[in-house]
């Protein structure tokens, strides 16, 4: 008896708790919004009315950018009555492509590099950017960055976000005091880190320490000697294989690199000798800095985040980057990285986003959340509005200048077996005394065949 | 599913039946000497100093977290709150609460249907004649070869096709799907272990197949039963693959181990959380487990000569 009065609650448990989730499956579907027509919303009339319409976004932005990023749409939801549901998840290099090949791929998504960019539109599942969506990309984007958002010469998505690398942090106040002056010329660079060494003081400092992904900011060096020594189409040539990794320019392009990292009177301010580089975490490469041990560290923009609390990051502060300088003043290549917002779904509401992410009222949005999402290369973004960091400045500065050549990060963009593999572990061998011959043979020997 | 596979063969597939006394009492002989105490509780003291370590860290400051181990806890003792507060707030980093609850949603009717399909199935396997039964109980064994990596797109691409792509069902059904070979063969042991004379008796008295399978093995089933439920529990509790495939990672259906993995940020600098979040996360696998592992007892003792 007793087995059966049992069985009955749990008859009655489960049946309880299938209605549960009946009930939460029921209360996910959310209200109709409606569109507002207030004269806030006068730049958001060429969308049209969006009312009742959702475009789901996926992304692999999460914690605490992804809340950024969810402000900067709440002035087209407002004004077009549309809703954008976005899905914030880590994994989202693997799971889109999951998603694209098993045919349930979002309406929109935010892929941060050119190569998956490529094998999402090999799926077949993506859609090209509509007439307005290029319209606008044409009017804000410089050729570069619109090339990136393209396959095989059709133009499928608008770039979001952007980041620089090609910077060079250093000690304003150190400047300031000797009479330094920031290098405009790859030359004067040179001048200036032979002028610091001949005091006694060696004026370069590196780390490329990252756990197994050891080497890549020596992947970063190179790629932005070759984009100084040879200019962006033999750098593309570089990455796309049409040159051999050891032909005359690459090898040239780490020499080059060898000249400030491998000179031993240049490094390692403030760690050691040159193999302190391969032992030293790129986290803490930049702080001799801050010391007075060290002048110039090469490292990306968001690098700012890694100096101790306290430390004020601006021009006549106690730490700041320079755009590392090209051949002559006149060459601005910029290396750097970028988001673009590949479309699944042909339907307006996704189009008209698209749109309105390419347009300067989107950028200035983003410039004023601040954070990790201030920084595009949008050139009607408004960086007087921006409550973005002195660095972001900088960086907007760069990626806006028209004379500014930008180009991906290559290693991103080569084969997995190179760019996140031999290419990382040649240069720690380099850095740590393998020939520039033997490293430059290696990696070529390791480029997948066919 | 390792773990899964091995530890339960062991007690289900024994002969409780057959000089249960003997094996037991030498057993009991073996274990309860001094130098297997001794080792016993070496490997529980060694085993249980990461999970002690991941509690002390999640009740460390931030700033302690990043600076030091957690043995210098010791030296330098500060316990703060703020970590599982930051987890749990849904304004703050992570908000893990509507994950919560959906990893329930998820669980329960994945433990359910995998169990009672698989009851079903094995009572036929073990006690219905039917035409190709062994061949068919071969095939089914055999699905466990497959690795679930390999269905992932395929299945995927069925819900879409079928219109319940991202929703509920189609996570209860894959772990329906991949729980099933590996249920169907523990139970079929199981019930292929009870004593003959018992169904016997069962149909001299009049008893039909399916009064047989609820008046008579059901009962007897309870430990099996709770064994398997849980390790599918556990199973499916943890799962993060099978989850995130067939959520699409979406807010609304994402189980708890989604946010765990999305917990640290983009960048991965709020780390310092991870050991609150897991924390919270293993505290229902804990209660269910300490209060279904009497089963486990009575699984290895009782057997088949229960009532």
């Avoid at chain 1, 692999?60 to 998840?89: N, Q, R, Y």
């Avoid at chain 1, 803490?284 to 090469?298: Q, T, V, Y």
Wanted: proline share 6%; aromatic share 10%; net charge neutral.
């Amino acid at each position: 008896m007793t087995a059966l009065a049992s069985r009955h609650r749990a008859f009655a448990l489960t049946a309880s708790l299938l209605t549960l989730t009946l009930a939460v499956t029921a209360c996910g579907s959310s209200s109709k919004k409606t569109r507002s027509t207030g004269p806030e919303c006068a730049a958001y009339t060429q969308y049209g009315d969006l009312s009742g319409k959702t475009v789901k976004v996926f992304t692999g932005i999460v914690t605490p950018e992804d809340a950024l990023l969810k402000k900067t749409w709440v002035p087209f939801e407002h004004c077009t009555g549309a809703t954008i549901k976005g899905t914030f998840d880590k994994s989202f290099e693997t799971q889109v492509l999951v998603q694209a090949k098993a045919g349930n791929p979002p309406d929109i998504a935010i892929v941060p590099q050119p190569g998956l960019l490529q094998q999402l539109v090999a799926t077949g599942k993506a859609v090209p950017a509509s007439a307005e969506t290029t319209a606008m990309v044409d009017k804000n984007f410089s050729t570069d960055w619109k090339a990136y958002g393209s396959v095989n010469g059709t133009f499928y998505a608008p770039p979001q976000n952007a980041s620089m690398k090609s910077l060079v942090w250093y000690s304003p106040k150190e400047f300031k005091d000797k009479g330094y002056t920031v290098p405009t010329t790859l030359d004067e660079l040179i001048t200036l880190s032979d002028k610091i060494a001949a005091t006694g003081k060696k004026p370069w400092c590196a780390g490329i320490g990252s756990g197994e992904a050891t080497g890549w900011p020596i992947t970063d060096w190179m790629e932005d000697m070759m984009l100084r020594l040879w200019g962006p189409d033999e750098y593309d040539k570089w990455v796309q294989h049409k040159i051999a990794f050891n032909s005359p320019e690459p090898t040239a392009a780490l020499d080059e690199v060898g000249k400030f990292l491998k000179n031993s009177k240049y490094v390692n301010g403030g760690l050691g000798n040159v193999k302190s580089i391969a032992t030293t975490a790129f986290q803490d490469g930049g702080l001799p800095i801050l010391k007075g041990n060290c002048s110039f560290h090469r490292q990306a923009s968001f690098y700012a985040a890694n100096w101790p609390a306290g430390t004020t990051v601006s021009p006549d502060g106690d730490v700041f980057a320079f755009y590392l300088p090209g051949k002559t003043a006149a060459d601005k290549p910029v290396l750097g990285g970028g988001e673009f917002m590949l479309g699944f779904r042909d339907a307006p509401e996704v189009h008209a986003f698209q749109t309105f992410v390419a347009s300067g009222e989107w950028a200035t949005l983003a410039a004023q959340g601040g954070g990790g999402r201030a920084v595009s290369a949008n050139k009607a973004a408004d960086v007087s509005k921006c409550t973005c960091s002195e660095i972001d400045k900088l960086a907007f500065q760069v990626l806006q200048d028209p004379k500014a050549i930008f180009r991906f990060d290559g290693s991103d963009a080569m084969p997995a077996a190179v760019g996140s593999n031999s290419f990382w572990k040649q240069t720690t061998s380099w850095i740590t005394g393998q020939s520039t011959k033997t490293t430059v043979d290696k990696i070529e020997a390791s480029w997948p065949k066919g | 599913m390792t773990t899964a596979d091995a530890a339960p063969a062991a007690p289900l597939t024994t002969t409780p039946f057959v000089g249960v006394d003997v094996a037991s009492g030498r057993a009991k002989k073996k274990l309860t000497s001094r130098w297997a105490s001794l080792v016993a509780v070496i490997i529980a003291v060694l085993w249980t100093i990461p999970t002690f370590g991941l509690a002390i860290s999640s009740i460390r400051p931030q700033g302690d977290i990043q600076d030091s181990g957690w043995w210098s806890f010791f030296s330098n003792p500060h316990v703060t709150l703020d970590n599982y507060r930051a987890v749990l707030s849904s304004t703050g980093t992570g908000g893990l609460g509507s994950y919560f609850l959906n990893s329930f949603i998820i669980v329960i009717p994945s433990v359910i249907i995998p169990i009672a399909l698989a009851a079903l199935a094995a009572y036929a396997f073990a006690w219905i004649d039917f035409k190709g039964r062994n061949l068919l109980f071969i095939c089914i064994f055999a699905l466990q070869i497959v690795p679930i990596q390999v269905t992932l797109i395929p299945l995927l691409t069925l819900y879409v096709d079928s219109g319940i792509g991202g929703s509920f069902w189609a996570i209860w059904i894959s772990h329906s799907i991949f729980a099933l070979p590996l249920a169907i063969f523990l139970l079929h042991n199981f019930m292929k272990e009870i004593p003959k004379e018992l169904i016997e008796a069962a149909r001299m008295d009049g008893a039909r197949h399916v009064q047989i399978f609820f008046r008579v093995m059901m009962p007897l089933l309870t430990p099996a039963l709770a064994a398997i439920g849980i390790f599918q529990f556990l199973w499916v509790w943890n799962d993060l693959l099978v989850a995130l495939t067939f959520s699409g990672g979406t807010s609304d259906i994402a189980p708890i181990t989604v946010a765990l993995a999305n917990l640290s940020g983009t960048q991965g600098t709020a780390w310092h959380l991870l050991s609150a979040g897991a924390f919270i996360s293993i505290a229902v696998p804990i209660v269910v487990f300490l209060s279904l592992q009497r089963y486990f007892v009575r699984g290895l003792l009782a057997g088949g000569l229960k009532g």
